[in-house]
Antibody
Framework: QVQLVQSGAEVKLPGASVRVSCKAS????????FDWVRQAPGQGLEWMGW????????DYAQKFQGRLTLTRDTSISTTYMELTGLRSDDTAVYYC????????????????WGQGTLVTVSS | SYELTQPPSVSVSPGQTAIITCSGD??????TSWYQKKPGQSPLLVIF???MRPSGIPDRFSGSNSGNTATLTIAGTQPMDEADYFC????????FGTGTSVTVL
């Protein structure tokens, strides 16, 4: 069965960087895109960026341009999200999600999600 | 940037119908998906392509989309359906709705 397993919770100081991993299993790693979505306490879902694991192409939400980097290691079916220059308002649960792109219908949605990784930014 | 607006909260009695709306400019021209989010759990896809249910999602969940509004309907709402619900669309960028908290009283 499809599974996305993320790395554990992190506590970081303001200004630091964090890297969260997401290991995929149960399907072909390069067959679907990976997206990262976060949810701050009491807030909604916020899309951060997207990566094509086949060629490493990425696209980031404008809000995260310059701070967010998505990478992957195809040999271990793992994708990574690195966020730099952390601030207190980056405290959130970060999710990886498997993207389903239907070019014929012009739709994109997420059918499987990781369990989430809590990142706390505090001095 | 494109925005999707949902009512902050919806209350429903057990067994009744919950209707959650998602409004955006010409939203009917795009496909909408819906996710259920319970505290401490990952989001769960309940509707994609406006009306389609993934395998394992009960048929009490249904969706529609026309004009500027997409709608998620939960018929015969059960206490286990109490959660936050988010709509999502794609116009070249992923957009999530503001979220609706469904309370089953």
């Amino acid at each position: 069965q499809v599974q996305l397993v993320q790395s554990g919770a992190e506590v970081k100081l303001p200004g630091a960087s964090v890297r969260v991993s997401c290991k995929a299993s149960g399907y072909g790693f390069t067959s679907h895109a990976f997206d990262w979505v976060r949810q701050a306490p009491g807030q909604g879902l916020e899309w951060m960026g997207w990566m094509n694991p086949e060629n490493g192409n990425t696209d980031y939400a404008q809000k995260f341009q310059g701070r967010l980097t998505l990478t992957r290691d195809t040999s271990i079916s793992t994708t990574y999200m690195e966020l730099t220059g952390l601030r207190s308002d980056d405290t959130a649960v970060y999710y990886c999600a498997r993207g389903v792109y239907d070019s014929g219908n012009g739709q994109y949605y997420f059918d499987y999600w990781g369990q989430g990784t809590l990142v706390t930014v505090s001095s | 940037s494109y925005e999707l607006t949902q009512p902050p909260s919806v209350s429903v009695s057990p067994g009744q119908t919950a209707i959650i709306t998602c409004s955006g400019d010409k939203l009917g021209n795009q496909y909408t998906s819906w996710y259920q989010k319970k505290p401490g759990q990952s989001p769960l896809l309940v509707i994609f392509q406006d009306t389609m249910r993934p395998s394992g999602i009960p048929d009490r969940f249904s969706g529609s989309n026309s004009g500027n509004t997409a709608t998620l309907t939960i018929a015969g709402t059960q206490p286990m359906d109490e959660a936050d619900y988010f709509c999502q669309a794609w116009d070249g960028n992923i957009v999530f709705g503001t979220g609706t908290s469904v309370t089953v009283l």
